[in-house]
């Protein structure tokens, strides 16, 4: 086998492999399609085509070209404006490697998510230390986002 050969098989068996993790995602709902996107956040089709070319909402490829978005968006433990602004953060890189970024744990971040931060950074009342505390934490996962797209 040439070695161009064997990279393109390589290529399709991560590829497939990639494939057959975002049906488990989009299974356990963590993924979902544009019409349970549309139920569970609220959004109109038309605020999501803003968000998809602001760069505040993106999808993750799917089998056969469909689209997933991540449920995090709708997710109410998540500030979707925070969540929105670490999007678009990591501007020009996939929908697959801004997924990776959101749900995999960071040195950075002690060892948490940018999921886990932002979740632990959404105040339930606002004072001045819930505040301060959210703007730190933030600021870390911006920039572990920063770092991220220069890796």
């Known amino acids: 086998m040439t070695r161009s050969a064997r990279d393109n098989c390589l290529s399709g068996d991560v590829f497939a492999e990639a494939m057959a993790t975002r049906l488990k995602l989009a299974a356990e709902g963590r993924l979902l399609e544009l019409s349970q996107f549309l139920e569970k956040s609220g959004l109109s089709l038309q605020a999501i085509h803003q968000q998809l070319n602001s760069g505040a909402l993106f999808t993750v490829d799917g089998p056969e070209g469909g689209n997933y978005y991540p449920a ?80």
């Open 72 to 151: 995090f968006f709708a997710d109410t433990k998540y500030d979707r404006a925070s969540v929105s602004r670490v999007a678009r953060a990591l501007k020009g890189l996939t929908g697959g490697s801004k997924w990776i970024f959101f749900t995999s744990p960071r040195l950075s971040l002690g060892g948490l998510t940018p999921l886990e931060v932002i979740s632990a950074a959404t105040p339930k009342h606002c004072d001045d230390d819930s505040a301060r505390r959210v703007n730190v934490e933030l600021s870390s996962v911006f920039r572990a986002a920063a770092a991220y797209v220069e890796e």
